[in-house]
């Protein structure tokens, strides 16, 4: 197959074989003819500059010169994601010991997880390539993400997801009124599955067939950090891995904004989080491996729970290249981080946020990251939607009857 | 020992457009020997330079990805239903 004076969709020109660099046409492909590789989008990025890019919309549209999408997606129906608080978190970074740290709060998006950015590239391209249906194969964050995004653009929306996942995630896309089918089987069950039906079916899978625009969404978590920075790059950053997409995506955010001169060429470390329980990468990272060996996972972090992630090998590489390092954390450690964060910066993160939080403790404690460093965490999304992991430890400090002697003699025993 | 093997779309063109062909073999290697016996080129689109699994390929037997089991050495039961889809992540 070759590039036939295939449109050009803003500045994207062609898919590309992250393998072997084939090049096909923009359209609803994902795996390489040659060699089964990933399917990536190919730029040619014109003149960006700053001032162009702060006049734009307070979303992630702002940066859409630097995404595959038809020019004007503001305009068009969606959920406006993205452009979510850098928040300075001085009262984390005193309790941990570090000098200065931030929280990339992605936990802010329309439907409170850093999936509405890729639904918004997919949902934009499925759009564009004339899908009735838009799909996915999801642990919970992206079901919610495109079942609302299906219905705000008067799009059908069939998500998959395994039936054990979280009460929150059921409700918060059932809601939406779209087709939810609930699956007998973990997350790399339900991601094969989707694509044999990807391939009957005139649907968009976002994370199948529309894959390649869709993790393009995620590089603009890094063009947010290093704009609202005031237009630098961190010393670090710790992103959660699932896939392995969000973290080598922010690498390739931060690589475009130095190409592009939009920041000056600093150096930066990438870190991964993992939960002990779906610890593929990490595992591979620390015992020095380059070949992912797929787990059946068994942790409290549904959202990261992918045994088999495709990302992984270009995780490690970004990881490696940049000096970062991997680590894991037990669900202990994962409902300790949740709670540490919330109660030192007023931050409530679902689970894989309580992953990021602990794994940096932990990598701070193992000296494996520096206190000095100029660090972003990355939430992605919210505590709401995994209240289980923490209920059995969030109680009401007391329970008394509505009486004054009684408040003064209960209170008086928990504050000395 | 005949299996069945479900081929994905981007090697459907080695099968003259089948979406499911049988083939023999008492290993996952010999079937895709047996496949590549009757659709030429095809095991090499599976396999890569060293004859190992590609890195972005998934082969199943009964719904078990062979990673978990023996690999291309994995037995195949006459009757077995084999799946090679190729790898894609999401969340």
């Given at each position: 197959?070759?590039?036939?004076?295939?449109?050009?969709?803003?500045?994207?020109?062609?898919?590309?074989?992250?393998?072997?660099?084939?090049?096909?046409?923009?359209?609803?492909?994902?795996?390489?003819?040659?060699?089964?590789?990933?399917?990536?989008?190919?730029?040619?990025?014109?003149?960006?500059?700053?001032?162009?890019?702060?006049?734009?919309?307070?979303?992630?549209?702002?940066?859409?010169?630097?995404?595959?999408?038809?020019?004007g997606a503001d305009a068009r129906p969606g959920l406006q994601a993205g452009f979510t608080k850098l928040v300075r978190a001085d009262n984390l970074a005193r309790e941990l010991g570090v000098k200065s740290l931030w929280i990339k709060d992605d936990s802010g998006n329309p439907t409170h997880s850093f999936k509405d950015r890729v639904v918004a590239v997919a949902l934009e391209n499925g759009r564009r390539l004339g899908f009735e249906t838009i799909a996915c194969a999801s642990t919970g964050n992206l079901a919610n993400a495109?079942?609302?995004?299906?219905?705000?653009?008067?799009?059908?929306?069939?998500?998959?997801?395994?039936?054990?996942?979280?009460?929150?995630k059921i409700v918060t896309t059932a809601v939406y009124g779209g087709t939810l089918v609930a699956i007998d089987g973990n997350y790399d069950d339900v991601n094969r599955l989707c694509t044999e039906v990807a391939a009957s079916r005139d649907w968009g899978f976002v994370n199948v067939n529309l894959r390649p625009?869709?993790?393009?969404?995620?590089?603009?978590?890094?063009?947010?950090?290093?704009?609202?920075?005031?237009?630098?790059?961190?010393?670090?950053?710790?992103?959660?891995?699932?896939?392995?997409?969000?973290?080598?995506?922010?690498?390739?955010?931060?690589?475009?904004?130095?190409?592009?001169?939009?920041?000056?060429?600093?150096?930066?470390?990438?870190?991964?989080?993992?939960?002990?329980?779906?610890?593929?990468?990490?595992?591979?990272?620390?015992?020095?491996?380059?070949?992912?060996?797929?787990?059946?996972?068994?942790?409290?972090?549904?959202?990261?729970?992918?045994?088999?992630?495709?990302?992984?090998?270009?995780?490690?590489?970004?990881?490696?290249?940049?000096?970062?390092?991997?680590?894991?954390?037990?669900?202990?450690?994962?409902?300790?981080?949740?709670?540490?964060?919330?109660?030192?910066?007023?931050?409530?993160?679902?689970?894989?946020?309580?992953?990021?939080?602990?794994?940096?403790?932990?990598?701070?404690?193992?000296?494996?990251?520096?206190?000095?460093?100029?660090?972003?965490?990355?939430?992605?999304?919210?505590?709401?939607?995994?209240?289980?992991?923490?209920?059995?430890?969030?109680?009401?400090?007391?329970?008394?009857?509505?009486?004054?002697?009684?408040?003064?003699?209960?209170?008086?025993?928990?504050?000395? | 020992?005949?299996?069945?093997?479900?081929?994905?779309?981007?090697?459907?063109?080695?099968?003259?457009?089948?979406?499911?062909?049988?083939?023999?073999?008492?290993?996952?290697?010999?079937?895709?020997?047996?496949?590549?016996?009757?659709?030429?080129?095809?095991?090499?689109?599976?396999?890569?330079?060293?004859?190992?699994?590609?890195?972005?390929?998934?082969?199943?037997?009964?719904?078990?990805?062979?990673?978990?089991?023996?690999?291309?050495?994995?037995?195949?039961?006459?009757?077995?239903?084999?799946?090679?889809?190729?790898?894609?992540?999401?969340?």
């Amino acid at each position: 197959m070759t590039v036939t004076a295939s449109p050009a969709i803003g500045s994207a020109v062609a898919l590309k074989c992250r393998e072997c660099g084939t090049r096909y046409p923009l359209d609803a492909s994902y795996a390489c003819y040659e060699c089964f590789g990933p399917l990536e989008v190919a730029y040619e990025l014109g003149n960006v500059t700053r001032e162009q890019i702060e006049s734009g919309p307070n979303s992630m549209w702002r940066y859409e010169a630097l995404l595959p999408v038809v020019p004007g997606a503001d305009a068009r129906p969606g959920l406006q994601a993205g452009f979510t608080k850098l928040v300075r978190a001085d009262n984390l970074a005193r309790e941990l010991g570090v000098k200065s740290l931030w929280i990339k709060d992605d936990s802010g998006n329309p439907t409170h997880s850093f999936k509405d950015r890729v639904v918004a590239v997919a949902l934009e391209n499925g759009r564009r390539l004339g899908f009735e249906t838009i799909a996915c194969a999801s642990t919970g964050n992206l079901a919610n993400a495109v079942a609302a995004a299906g219905a705000r653009a008067g799009l059908k929306s069939v998500v998959f997801v395994p039936s054990n996942l979280e009460a929150g995630k059921i409700v918060t896309t059932a809601v939406y009124g779209g087709t939810l089918v609930a699956i007998d089987g973990n997350y790399d069950d339900v991601n094969r599955l989707c694509t044999e039906v990807a391939a009957s079916r005139d649907w968009g899978f976002v994370n199948v067939n529309l894959r390649p625009y869709y993790a393009e969404g995620s590089k603009t978590v890094g063009y947010e950090v290093a704009e609202q920075l005031g237009w630098r790059l961190p010393d670090a950053v710790v992103s959660p891995v699932a896939s392995g997409s969000l973290l080598t995506k922010v690498d390739k955010a931060f690589r475009e904004f130095i190409d592009l001169g939009l920041v000056a060429d600093h150096p930066y470390a990438i870190y991964g989080a993992q939960a002990t329980g779906c610890s593929p990468v990490s595992q591979a990272f620390n015992s020095g491996q380059d070949v992912i060996r797929p787990v059946k996972p068994d942790t409290i972090a549904k959202s990261l729970a992918i045994g088999n992630p495709a990302d992984g090998p270009y995780a490690l590489d970004v990881v490696r290249r940049t000096n970062g390092a991997i680590g894991d954390v037990t669900d202990e450690e994962v409902v300790e981080g949740i709670k540490l964060l919330a109660r030192t910066e007023g931050i409530f993160a679902e689970t894989a946020g309580g992953v990021v939080v602990a794994t940096y403790r932990k990598l701070l404690r193992e000296g494996r990251i520096d206190p000095s460093a100029e660090t972003v965490l990355l939430n992605t999304g919210d505590g709401l939607k995994t209240l289980d992991a923490v209920e059995a430890t969030s109680k009401p400090t007391m329970v008394i009857s509505p009486s004054y002697d009684e408040f003064e003699a209960e209170y008086s025993k928990v504050v000395s | 020992m005949s299996a069945s093997v479900r081929i994905p779309t981007i090697l459907r063109t080695y099968t003259g457009g089948a979406a499911e062909v049988t083939a023999d073999g008492a290993t996952l290697q010999d079937v895709l020997d047996s496949l590549d016996a009757q659709y030429a080129g095809i095991a090499a689109r599976v396999l890569d330079d060293n004859g190992a699994l590609r890195r972005f390929v998934n082969v199943y037997v009964n719904d078990d990805d062979v990673r978990f089991l023996e690999g291309l050495a994995t037995p195949i039961a006459d009757g077995a239903s084999i799946s090679i889809i190729p790898a894609v992540a999401g969340g």
